[in-house]
């Protein structure tokens, strides 16, 4: 469920079928198919006869400074999903659990304040504690995947890209290539190695208003009883356009500290070089 306070009871986050999700991906001529759900791994149910899905899942961690980061780990089991929940409000069990049973993990939409605040401490620990980076979401904007694509580079991180699709329209807009990869392990061990190559659309403000949209009128043919909060469709393009603008500060403000940082820190290693 949607989780806005006014609309958590009677709107979800997606209306998206797990299997239309599949079919439209073979369309547009994916490889391999998998979804990761807030939270959640419902699509399992409709796609585990797939031999080309395999299931991940996007965990709402709460790291040590009590800031919250959307982890995606990929290629898991029902049993890990439980695991992952349970231990998704402790960030050093949750990464140690997720080393010790070898699963390839990466830090989402670093530069986006979509789950809240950001410290300098935060993007330390994405440097050190997380094999990936997300650096090609298919809904933020072009600035902030830019910066999580520099800061892949700068601290040798893996790369993956994803559409973040919460309306059909989206689905399979922003995907991850592993060049030369035949297969489910072969694609994922390129990926842990960084041989993923991200491919397709940022985000714009544009887009996000269709799709919100587009999960408004959803929300009414499963829920005509909240067709009084679709009176207030009128103010949709104003609110996501107040949020792009946010957005976009958040990214180039939390960019400008985060390039201070690394440039302080090169030069307090060089001083030490020197020294030694």
Known sequence: ?????????????????????????????????????????????????????????????????????????????????????????????????????????????????????????????????????ETRNGHMLASANANAAWMADFTARAEVGGSDAHAMASVGCAWTVVPGARDRQEYLRGLRRGMGRVRGETGSYGKLTRDVLAIGRQMLRENPAALPIAALAWMVPLILLHNSVREAVFARWWMARYRQSCSMRSVAARIAEVSV
């Open 1 to 133: 469920m949607c989780t806005i306070p006014l609309l958590r009871k009677v709107c979800r986050e997606s209306y998206n079928r797990p299997l239309e999700v599949y079919e439209k991906l073979k369309r547009l001529g994916m490889d391999l198919v998998t979804i990761t759900d807030h939270d959640s791994i419902d699509a399992v149910e409709e796609l585990r006869s797939r031999p080309d899905f395999f299931l991940s899942e996007e965990v709402t961690c709460t790291l040590p400074g009590g800031n919250q980061l959307h982890v995606g780990v990929y290629d898991i089991t029902e049993r890990d999903h439980i695991e992952l929940q349970r231990r998704r409000h402790d960030f050093e069990s949750l990464s140690a659990w997720l080393i010790d049973n070898d699963l390839f993990f990466s830090a989402n939409h670093v530069f986006s304040s979509l789950t809240g605040r950001r410290s300098m401490e935060d993007f330390h620990l994405m440097e050190t504690a997380f094999p990936a980076l």
